[in-house]
Every structure is written in C-alpha cells, then in structure tokens.
C-alpha cells in the first residue's frame, strides 16, 4: 500500500518537473550572450495631458550572461510626442557588462490636439550596428479634456401659446478627453419639457456626436414675444473632473387666430328647383390672435363661386354671414365653403363640404300655380268686361 502512494506521488513530482522546465525554458535566454532591455523608471507627470511636457526616465539593463558591446539606444517618439531633449548618455556607444545598467531620461512635449489613450514609446537596443528584436515600448497615458458643445434645430422655431414643438440636439465633443455622464437640463419655467426634465448621455469620445430630439411645450399663459431659454449642460471627464456649461435657444411664440363655424342653417330643408336657398352662419375666432382678410366662400357643384367678405375678425369674436343661391339641377348637391385668412403664422384656407338634396317640384305644386294662374286671368278678364261695359 505503501509503495502504491510512492508511485504516485513520483509520477506528480516528474509532472510539476516538466512544467517547471517548460515555464523556465519560456523564459530563459542564452545564458553565454547579453540580455538587454528597457524598464521605465519614472514618467511625469502620469497620466499627461495634451500640450504638456513630460518627463521618461528609462533604465536599460543587461540580464544576460556577457557583455554587451558598443551598446546604444536610440528613441523613436512617434505621434503625439515630440522629443525637445535627453540626456545624452547614450551619445556615444558602451560597454554594458553582466548586470550592469546605464539611465538615460528624455523632456518630451505632448501634441495638443492629442486625444485620450494610451501611446506608445518605441525603443531600438543596438550592440554596434545591429538592432537586437525585439523592440521595447513603454506605454503612456494621456488623458484630454472633453469640450462638450450644444448645436440646435428646432423643427418649428415659430410656436403659440400652449403648442408643443420639438428640438434637434446634436451633443458634439470637440476637446481632446472622453466625457461622461452627460446631462442636458432646460432651464425655463415657461417653456417645459415633455416627459422626464432631462436627457442622459452615457459617454461622448473626442470628435464624436450624439443626436437627439426632445420636445416641448409652451405654457398657455405665455405671452407673444422672442424668448431664449437656457439649457444647462453637465459632464465629467475620466479623471472626475466636472464641468458645466449653458447654452440658449431661440423661439418666436406668435398669436395664432382659429376660424371655425359657430351655426349653418339652410332654408328650405329640402329645396326644390322651384325655390331659392338661402344660407345664414355664423363663424368665429376662438384663437388667441386676429384674423385678418377673413373671406368666405360658396362654391357650388357647377362650379359657381358666391364670396362673403368679413374682413378682421378679432379673437374671441364672431361674425355672420349670409348666401342665397338657385338650385340648377335635382338630387344630392355639394357645395363647398371655404375659409381664408391671415394671422402672425400666414396664410391659412380649409374648405367644408355642405350636401343638400333638391328635388322636383310637386303636382301639388303645379295644380296651385295653374289655379293661381286661372285665378288671375278670370279676374282679369272679368275687370276686361266691366270697362267695356261702362264705355
């Protein structure tokens, strides 16, 4: 039993043996040639923000197991960094012996439209001519700052009290770091959004844009003028920072007339071609502004027109207006009334459609007019008589 355990536990110690080996052999190097690379020994200021200066210092090492001959080092600083100077202790080229490590430390200068990340230093280790692979690159921070700004467009910019209208943002950062958390607040307590009071924005990169639309509405109270209304903006960059800008918005809140019709009566009911029809009405203003050049218009299904001419009408107001017309042809007839005026927004028109049966006239109808007639002409004839008579 006893051996059975010492079998197994000489099979476990030659597995962690060969993984050992492995992981030793993953990270070893020719123990009979040098081992150079670079480590940074400090970057100030971290993280770096676009346009400043920074300072590197690097150490390069030697962890193999021989000298390293006419060793040099060289920098290769690619967008956004720009070498202004170092310190030169790579100027001429060395001895670097087992173990040995030589400093060298460079004033760099950020690019200042540089955007938030992480950018790359490139060095090239040489032993006389020859680059030894692979590269070293030591990684640096740099974090912008975000400049978050508003741009507009109100779907409709010309609104009446009470009208609800919908604005277009476009979110737009044009700095250099990442914003986040954002918050679009209107500041009016005339002019209210709909729904909840404020827009959310998860994050905006540099260069980016997020659209969106929101809309509002004006209070009934409100008076006509040009309003500006704030909206308040709120973000914070990666390093927590809080920022807090305000931009205005224009609206024009004009008076808005609406024309509609109070009474239509017609009379006769049910007219005949025999009849004439005559139309009364009255239409009112139940908008908050004047209508102006208020005109009415009969239009009968034979095309004939019949206009009404009311001028201004006041809002709250109310006018009458008056047709009478002559039935052409029997059956359902439609007229049209059409409606046009001015007011702060233009031109406005709408027709309403009036159906009306006319009908033949009746036997009844004729029999009386033929009595009349007979009627007439007996008395006529009858005075005829009288006057030859007395002569």
Do not use: W
């Amino acid at each position: 039993m006893k051996s059975k355990y010492q079998i197994i536990f000489s099979i476990l110690l030659i597995v962690i043996s060969l993984f050992s080996i492995t992981s030793v052999s993953a990270n070893t190097y020719n123990t009979d040639s040098p081992y150079l690379r670079v480590v940074a020994e400090e970057i100030s200021p971290e993280p770096v923000e676009p346009g400043q200066d920074v300072t590197v210092k690097i150490r390069l090492i030697n962890e193999g197991g021989d000298s390293g001959e006419e060793v040099s080092l060289k920098l290769n600083a690619g967008y956004p960094f720009f070498i202004k100077t170092e310190s030169n202790n790579f100027e001429n080229k060395r001895t670097l012996c087992v173990g040995c490590s030589i400093d060298n430390t460079y004033y760099l200068v950020v690019d200042a439209n540089a955007k938030s990340g992480l950018y790359p230093l490139d060095f090239e280790i040489y032993e006389g001519d020859i680059i030894i692979k692979p590269t070293d690159t030591i990684n640096i921070k740099i974090v912008g700052k975000p400049d978050i700004i508003l741009e507009t467009k109100i779907i409709e910019s010309n609104v009446s009290s009470g009208d609800k209208f919908i604005i277009s943002f476009d979110a737009r950062n044009i700095g250099t770091g990442i914003a986040r958390n954002i918050k679009v607040t209107p500041q009016s307590d005339n002019i209210l959004m709909l729904g909840s009071n404020i827009n959310l924005i998860d994050e905006i990169n540099p260069n980016k844009t997020v659209s969106f639309n929101s809309e509002f509405i004006v209070k009934e109270s409100l008076e006509p003028d040009t309003y500006k209304f704030p909206i308040k903006l709120n973000y914070v960059d990666e390093q927590g920072n809080t920022y807090e800008t305000s931009f205005d918005i224009g609206v024009n809140v004009l008076d808005r007339a609406d024309i509609n019709f109070q009474s239509i009566k017609i009379t006769p009911l049910i007219p005949t071609l025999a009849d004439e029809i005559h139309m009364e009405g009255i239409i009112e203003n139940t908008g908050t502004g004047d209508a102006d050049k208020v005109t009415i218009e009969l239009i009968t299904e034979e095309g004939k027109s019949y206009k009404s001419f009311i001028g201004q009408l006041k809002a709250d107001d109310d006018s009458p207006f008056y047709f009478d017309t002559k039935p052409e042809s029997i059956g359902m007839q439609t007229a049209t009334l059409r409606i046009s005026y001015y007011d702060d927004f233009g031109f406005h028109t709408y027709d309403t459609s009036i159906e009306n049966e006319v009908r033949k006239p009746t036997n009844n109808l004729i029999t009386i007019i033929i009595i009349v007639l007979i009627v007439f002409s007996g008395i006529g004839y009858f005075y005829y008589k009288k006057k030859k008579v007395k002569k």
